[in-house]
């Protein structure tokens, strides 16, 4: 089945450890994104990737590391993470034509007490 | 800087109304739109993707509709069913990745 698979589902941490969320995809798709869900500010780009070995910032990136060494693969990296860092996130997939469909994953809720 | 909005950001109907939800973008330069549906605390899930060069897309009860030139799309949803309840998000393509809009909240009553 195509996919896009986010580790962990819900993540609980503290302020200052480092920590990391895993995103997966089975459809051999270039393009990769990590998205930041928070109520009335919506959806928002943290980073992208065109492909392997290069990527992006989006919106807002800061306090955020991802990287690409993988098709596949495309971890978020909190290295230490602060209090509104507090959010639902999402990382997407799509092929980089220009009228391809985003795929997305099923979120990770993440908590930074 | 392209801005999405979508208007109303809540509606309620009742089970089998028509309804429509509406989403305007300020630059017209765009590649293509895509309407996504989000369940509660889940993913986005892609509903129909409309490029510039065309004016609708249709799949089962839904049709959505495009005017580049004036900066609006909608979403049409025909006959609905408390199923269909969901956020219901737009996006728009163009030079930048995408850029969503906040997302009109649809709650259908049986």
């Known amino acids: 089945e195509a996919q896009v698979t986010q580790n962990p589902r819900y993540l609980i941490t503290v302020t200052g450890k480092k920590l990391t969320v895993t995103c997966s995809q089975n459809?051999?798709?270039?393009?990769m994104s990590w998205y930041r869900q928070d109520p009335g500010l919506g959806l928002r780009q943290i980073y992208y990737?065109?492909?392997?070995?290069?990527?992006d910032k989006g919106d807002v990136p800061e306090g955020y590391k991802v990287s690409r060494k993988e098709k596949r693969n495309f971890p978020l990296i909190l290295e230490s993470p602060s209090p509104n860092q507090t959010s639902l996130y999402f990382c997407?997939?799509?092929?980089?034509?220009?009228?391809?469909?985003?795929?997305f994953g099923s979120g990770t809720q993440l908590s930074v007490l | 800087k392209q801005e999405v909005t979508q208007i109303p950001a809540a509606l309620s109907v009742p089970e089998g109304e028509n309804l429509v939800l509406n989403c305007s973008f300020t630059?017209?330069?765009?590649?293509?739109l895509q309407w996504f549906r989000q369940d509660p605390g889940k993913g986005l899930t892609s509903l129909l993707l409309?490029?510039?060069?065309?004016r609708e897309q249709t799949s089962g009860r839904l049709n959505a509709s495009l005017d580049k030139s004036s900066g609006r799309s909608t979403l049409y949803i025909a006959a609905s069913q408390p199923g269909d309840s969901a956020t219901y998000l737009c996006?728009?393509?163009?030079?930048?990745?995408?850029?969503f809009g906040k997302g009109t909240r649809l709650s259908v009553i049986a």
């Open positions: 997407a997939s799509s092929s980089t034509g220009i009228n391809e469909k985003l795929f």
């Open positions: 459809m051999n798709h270039e393009y």
């Open positions: 990737s065109m492909n392997v070995e290069v990527t």
């Open positions: 630059d017209s330069a765009i590649y293509n």
């Open positions: 409309i490029q510039s060069s065309q």
């Open positions: 996006a728009v393509k163009g030079n930048t990745p995408l850029v």
